[in-house]
């Protein structure tokens, strides 16, 4: 097996340590890298200062150490000049580079004796790096090699990095270090909890080894995906067999678990399947309050198959839009299985869908009692084989309440959609 | 002045490092951490590796080490063993917290004798270490102290870390470290982008420095947030007044942008605005398909004025729900100040409430035209005195259109309630 080629990514910049930027870089980076089989094993976010950066760049593994931020004009932007000093260089003013410079700011309307010296500066580079061309702003792309090491410096701002990354950078390292393949394949389970989930599949989960197969738990609200990684090593073909092997067992095994793979969402897989089946959909919801709505809405095109729905907060809306009778919300109150059930028909019918999804539930933080605690939810689902409900308890915050009611709503909706072919 | 005090954060886990989760924690505890008078000056960010987190914790400087992530039950989370490791210490079962994971897991339904001992495994914590409780799952934190620095290990789970770090952690490192007292106030704007805004105030905030105020923009879809942020040192009620100075001169300067302070949303100040008033609102969403109606039901306690909506995706919905024309809409399209404003209208006379806000646009990514291109949108909002409406457009993808919009929406009805007193 080849050797693994790891990475250390550097993001440089006070913003990203006091939460006014959130550091989206690091992680594209860390996905970019991972495709072409290298490992990003670290990731330091340090600020604007040449002693932190210079420990930075002297305490740094791995065969390559991409950095990025600091490359600006102003003044707090220090990363070139520390650069300078790590290596040993000094900074010479690049014709080329200042050409372009000059022409990117006649092209936004400057007039060339206009142009400021601090934007011009911007040429002046390290003599002995190579120059990463930037296709979409003034700051260059530095790379550097220093004793076996690979150091990439790149500008902060998020797509002038990933076009360099995408046009120069991740071919370079490929060329470079030639890294071992790595087949990934990421399986979507809602359902059931972390914990109960790996029980389920444990005895399946030690039969991965003899496979060199590796598998992550990605929990979130609702939602947990298997990851399964191996390398390919000489043998690409083989690492996806061993890889497709593995999963066609997963699906075997817990198959009302699955809902896709990859980046697939819920609201997508549904959009898909009443696409494929020419059918439609409305919703009724109290406890969710359009957060179902939105999330189908999110996908584009989902005007094809959603009709509307109506956010039924308030008893009378319950009433009069969904037809519900006053004696049964007495009876019963608004969370129970008369009354979700007759959300969904009232709806379905209504809105002339083919199916539609009702909600009723206590979010919380109050109007819980001992019999119905926040957290109790009734999802119904009618259809044109009539109306199924279940009745779910989801403790936390409102907020996890709305999100884990929404996707369990979802997810009830694919099963029916999947059972009635 | 005091010593600085500074911290160091590490995020623990492989998925933070491929980009399949993005590292928000790391940004909120800065920020956080900045709120109390700490300095986050680095974040490391490595993998669910026994190694990388031992090197991690021996070279950690700061005073302050807060550690997040591998606190789950499965097999690849490792925190707990290697901190043991670290420190020197041994697991041992702590009762109370047992105790409290079986009860979440029974209030969740499960019988006690079906409890995993997995699940039961998250009660081992080292002896010797301070357990901090964790409200919202079943993973504690742990506080260590080790020659003169403090380490916080949290779960990774962001509203586990977040309510740790509010209810325990923050409080005791104030006390243990004492940090000099920043005075921070945090003033919400929308309605006017950041350069934009930044050129509008611009001489209020060139007069900031003679005061010893720092300002921050914080820039999200929709809404710029400034804060005012100075030392305290001797002198706190100074300081409250030197900031409080600053942010009267601001309001006077843009009291329309202003809607509100701190952690508010919009949804909370309109929420309070029709509390006061003893008012109620009803929603007419298309293009934002439900989206503003969830975020007003993110509030707790909506349900008082809160009536319900109609998601209106259909053509069929807006004249059947909301009695819409059907030549109006063939005449003016469905993005139209005719349509919008009728949707309003209807939805409150359906509804039969006070006010109502109403959306119709084109979210994209496909759907626009020469004349309608993506991002066109319109709203209105119906009260007492009458139905206003207009036209928007906001560019970016399709959540931004549908972010922005809802933004827009929730102000143009913030702005009509506080016209009617």
Not at 110 to 116: C, F, G, K
Not at 203 to 222: F, H, N, Q, V
Not at 322 to 345: C, F, R, Y
Request: aromatic residues 4%.
């Amino acid at each position: 097996m080849a050797r693994e080629i790891t990475a250390e990514i550097i993001s440089i910049g006070d913003e990203l340590l006091i939460g006014q930027t959130i550091n989206t870089n690091a992680g594209w980076m860390g996905e970019q890298l991972a495709l072409v089989g290298i490992r990003a094993k670290r990731v330091l976010t340090i600020s604007d200062d040449k002693r932190e950066i210079l420990q930075a760049l002297t305490a740094a593994t791995g065969d390559v150490v991409l950095i990025t931020g600091g490359l600006g004009p102003t003044k707090d932007d220090i990363t070139k000049h520390t650069l300078c000093e790590f290596f040993g260089m000094k900074l010479v003013r690049n014709k080329e580079v200042e050409a372009r410079v000059v022409d990117i700011f006649v092209r936004m309307g400057r007039a060339p004796e206009d142009i400021l010296e601090v934007n011009k500066a911007q040429a002046d580079l390290p003599e002995g790096a190579t120059v990463i061309p930037n296709e979409r702003g003034t700051a260059s792309g530095m790379w550097f090699e220093k004793e076996g090491r690979v150091y990439v410096s790149m500008p902060g701002v998020p797509y002038e990095m990933k076009a360099m990354m995408t046009a120069t950078v991740l071919p370079a390292l490929k060329d470079r270090f030639a890294p071992p393949t790595i087949v990934h394949r990421t399986i979507l389970t809602t359902g059931l909890g972390e914990s109960m989930l790996a029980k389920r599949i444990e005895a399946w989960e030690d039969s991965l080894e003899t496979e060199r197969i590796k598998l992550a738990y990605l929990p979130s609200p609702g939602i947990v995906k298997l990851r399964l990684s191996t390398y390919a090593d000489s043998d690409a073909v083989g690492a996806h067999e061993r890889v497709a092997r593995k999963a066609t067992e997963l699906y075997t095994l817990i198959p009302e678990l699955i809902f896709g793979e990859g980046e697939e969402r819920l609201q997508n897989v549904i959009g898909r399947l009443l696409k494929d089946r020419h059918q439609t959909l409305s919703l009724a919801e109290s406890c969710t309050g359009g957060f179902v709505s939105h999330l189908i809405t999110t996908v584009p095109g989902s005007s094809a198959y959603y009709t509307g729905g109506v956010v039924s907060y308030a008893n009378a809306v319950k009433m009069e839009e969904l037809g519900i009778p006053s004696d049964m919300l007495e009876l019963n109150g608004a969370v129970s299985q008369p009354v979700v059930e007759k959300m969904a028909t009232g709806v379905r019918t209504a809105l002339r869908t083919d199916w539609s999804v009702a909600l009723s539930g206590i979010a919380g933080p109050d109007g819980g009692t001992p019999d119905k605690p926040v957290g109790t939810v009734w999802i119904a689902v009618a259809g044109p084989n009539g109306v199924q409900s279940k009745l779910v308890n989801f403790p936390g915050t409102r907020e996890l309440v709305i999100e884990r009611s929404a996707l369990a709503g979802l997810n009830m909706l694919r099963k029916r959609l999947l059972e009635n072919g």
